[in-house]
């Protein structure tokens, strides 16, 4: 651990500072370094990762054939109207746009580019503007489908991927009411207008457009909900569908430009699964060090009660969300966390939506929020001034956090209903 830390301040890359640590750490206990190797190939070796480089592709397919821009058109059919529809937009366009690329930063890119300059040219206050982008982004990693979700699988030996799934929609629905209600109250005390309306023969159009790519992520859910795929075989339909609606129908784009679909597609991969496999190997000696096993009984030692316990933990997720990114963050904090959060009482998928949440909302915190960092510069504005005036936006997202954490039934009812 301390090499590690050493090597992340030194600002080496997360995914090189698991590995070299992991060198260090099997020479000085004379380790076969060829197990260690061993194990970060092992850590690749699950069908269930096959679900992550068609999620990426499917979301890079319809974000690049123009599906954040139907999905914005879609909700300001639906709540456009209301003072500081604008907003409110922003918030639902987001919840469509989470269930189709399961990426915070994906979303601030795509709905962020459209309706922030929108709002500032409508008189929004431009850190209120990209306040309500970022926020509601955090949406985007819980709603399913999320690849960060199945890195968490991973991580904590194989939690049924549907289930997480499923635990994840009711909190990012909540998530997204409580923005909007903090949204609306916001818009209300500042004056903000209220959206344009829609021509009424524009919306059967703009209504069949938007479902169309919603129906991406309603093809991956129901068909690992009704045991018909896997989550693997759900995402390689999902990007069938994609690929047809966007070059077929939508036809925004050319298929030349599924190269630099495929590009994109496969850096981001590179980089979630060396992390996955530099990851195995760290866990591993982790394991071995019987770090996991300390964190529990240091942790249960510091107070008997589980409610200070779950509290602790989240405290801790939300102080390393600060400073880490989410995928390492997931690969290392799961094997420690994780027992301590099972032997106060917590199941593993309510820990997963738990712990997904907590680092969504390191996303948009200084000072490694690169979700934060891309709505800022979209917005031109300082760091600083978006981090003053996202109090407000932080205390919904903790009041829904600690719902989740306490109340267990808002991520395990829908697992026990749609998958026994």
């Known amino acids: ?130 306040n309500v982008t970022i926020s509601s ?33 009711l909190p990012g629905l909540l998530l997204g009411l409580a923005l909007m209600v903090i949204t609306y109250a916001i818009a209300i005390k500042r004056n903000y207008p209220k959206g344009e309306p829609v021509r009424k023969e524009e919306i059967p159009k703009i209504v069949r457009e938007g479902l169309l790519g919603l129906l991406t992520a309603v093809i991956i859910i129901g068909g690992i909900v009704s045991g018909i795929f896997t989550a693997t075989e759900s995402a390689a339909i999902g990007v069938v569908y994609a690929f047809i609606i966007t070059f077929f129908v939508y036809r925004d784009i050319p298929l030349s430009r599924m190269s630099v679909i495929f590009y994109r597609t496969f850096k981001t991969l590179s980089m979630v699964l060396f992390l996955i496999s530099a990851s195995s190997a760290f866990g591993w000696l982790l394991a071995l060090l019987r770090v996991p096993a300390m964190v529990t009984e240091g942790l249960l030692a510091f107070s008997p009660n589980d409610i200070v316990t779950l509290l602790l933990i989240n405290l801790i997720l939300l102080v390393l969300g600060m400073f880490m990114d989410m995928a390492p963050l997931i690969l290392i904090a799961t094997p420690i966390l994780l027992p301590v959060a099972t032997a106060a009482g917590m199941d593993p998928v309510q820990f997963g939506v738990v712990l997904i949440l907590n680092l969504a909302i390191g996303l948009v915190t200084p000072p490694v929020g690169t979700a934060m960092f891309v709505g800022c510069a979209i917005g031109k504005i300082p760091i600083e001034k978006s981090a003053k005036n996202m109090l407000p936006f932080y205390g919904a997202m903790i009041v829904v956090l600690l719902l989740i954490t306490f109340v267990p039934q808002l991520s395990l009812y829908l697992p026990s209903v749609m998958l026994d």
């Open 1 to 130: 651990m301390g090499s590690f830390v050493l090597l992340l301040l030194m600002r080496v890359p997360v995914a090189l500072c698991l590995v070299v640590s992991s060198f260090l750490t099997g020479i000085y206990m004379d380790i076969d370094l060829a197990a260690l190797v061993q194990r970060m190939v092992n850590g690749l070796k699950s069908f269930s990762l096959l679900a992550i480089p068609f999620f990426i592709l499917a979301g890079e397919i319809m974000n690049e054939g123009g599906i954040s821009r139907r999905l914005i058109n879609l909700a300001n059919v639906l709540i456009g109207k209301v003072r500081g529809g604008l907003a409110m937009v922003n918030v639902l366009a987001s919840t469509f746009f989470g269930g189709i690329s399961g990426s915070a930063v994906a979303d601030v890119s795509s709905i962020g580019s459209v309706l922030i300059p929108m709002m500032k040219k409508q008189k929004y206050d431009s850190d209120y503007a990209v």
């Open 137 to 169: 982004a955090a949406q985007g990693v819980m709603i399913p489908p999320s690849h960060n979700m199945i890195i968490y699988s991973t991580a904590a030996g194989g939690v049924s991927v549907g289930a997480l799934f499923m635990g994840g929609i």
